[in-house]
């Protein structure tokens, strides 16, 4: 691996002609950082990452710098981001999506503000930037500054069908992506606003191949970016050998009587009548093996009267995309859901609450 980075890159307004500048000028800034890029200075093939846990029991991977590299140009020119593009960076860079940040600017020349990763990450802004990446809580927060980022990346949870409506009235381009640590982030794109057709579904990015295993399962082989054919446990429909429709995680399918249902795809259907956050998920059940439950943050309030649970049942009862079967049989509520550090709800951890 050569110490090598693009001549037009500038960090916080900072040009750098050696290596050495930008690891002392980065040592002032962050100690994360700093220890990142000496990392990915070195001689070493590879980078170690740590996985955020969302779906699993968190890990450290390595990834070969090579790939790193190859990810970076495919979103630069998927996204039409050369050198010189401003960006700003507002991850937390502990996960694959702020250190794939830094990598683009490195290697693509772009010039890379960072702010603090939080929740209203563009607070004290005042710039405008051709490309950044947030999570949707992110997103959610800064939709009042949101138009002083052309293009933005969406990764690390489900856009709301709230939040998907509120973005139809800005100037932003906003993108969902589909990827997780092992592809290097984003492999498939969604675009969520200024679409003129709907449905709109999950495009590949180039030099990517997806198909499906026996559980109807996403399999990716992305030789730039992966050694192996990666299996994963999203539950998906082909819609061509490029596009696809995201049902929902394979271990998250709840088997009540027989009838397979998918958490993500009724919880889609749910926002329609739910602010709170929440989530559905299977419990046991003598009878049906497992029965499906609705668990919701604090109490429901619309017009700042709360819903007793049967005016919820009968709201959701009115939704005519919900089959019977998608109906939860019972509803709990909890003041405060866990969540991972990057604001995913952990849906194990909050049922062992309410005590299953």
């Not at 691996?1 to 307004?13: D, P």
């Given at each position: ?13 900072k040009s750098f002609d050696t290596v050495n500048e930008i690891l ?269 439950i609705l668990v919701i943050e604090s109490l429901v309030k619309i ?54």
């Open positions: 691996m050569e110490n090598k980075f693009h001549k037009h890159f500038q960090f916080n307004g002392e000028f980065t040592s002032n800034i962050s100690t994360e950082i700093h220890t990142f890029l000496q990392d990915w200075f070195s001689n070493r093939l590879t980078i170690t990452v740590q996985t955020s846990g969302s779906t699993g029991t968190p890990k450290s991977i390595e990834l070969q710098k090579k790939h790193m590299i190859n990810s970076a140009f495919a979103t630069a020119h998927y996204f039409d981001l050369p050198a010189k593009t401003t960006a700003l960076l507002c991850l937390p860079i502990t996960y694959i999506a702020g250190k794939m940040m830094l990598i683009r600017a490195i290697n693509i020349g772009w010039h890379l503000d960072i702010v603090e990763a939080t929740l209203h990450p563009l607070k004290n802004v005042t710039k405008s930037y051709d490309f950044s990446a947030m999570v949707p809580l992110q997103l959610e927060n800064s939709l009042d500054k949101i138009d002083g980022i052309k293009k933005l990346i969406v990764g690390g949870g489900v856009v709301s069908n709230q939040l998907q409506q509120k973005l139809q009235k800005i100037d932003c381009h906003v993108f969902a992506t589909y990827g997780m640590t092992e592809t290097i982030t984003h492999i498939a794109v969604k675009k969520l606003n200024h679409v003129h057709k709907y449905p709109n579904f999950y495009e590949v990015l180039p030099n990517v191949t997806i198909y499906k295993d026996q559980r109807n399962c996403l399999v990716i082989e992305a030789k730039n970016v992966a050694e192996k054919v990666l299996f994963t446990n999203d539950v998906v429909q082909l819609i061509s050998h490029k596009k696809f429709d995201w049902l929902g995680r394979f271990d998250n399918v709840i088997n009540s009587g027989g009838i397979k249902l998918h958490p993500e795809t009724i919880e889609e259907k749910l926002a329609k009548v739910i602010e709170n956050r929440f989530f559905v998920a299977g419990i046991h059940d003598d009878q049906l093996g497992e029965k499906l017009e700042n009267e709360t819903l007793t649970k049967m005016e919820l049942f009968s709201k959701i009862k009115s939704l005519k995309t919900l089959s019977k079967f998608e109906i939860p049989k019972e509803i709990y509520f909890i003041n405060s859901f866990t969540e991972t550090t990057s604001g995913k709800i952990q849906r194990k951890k909050n049922l062992e609450k309410l005590g299953f």
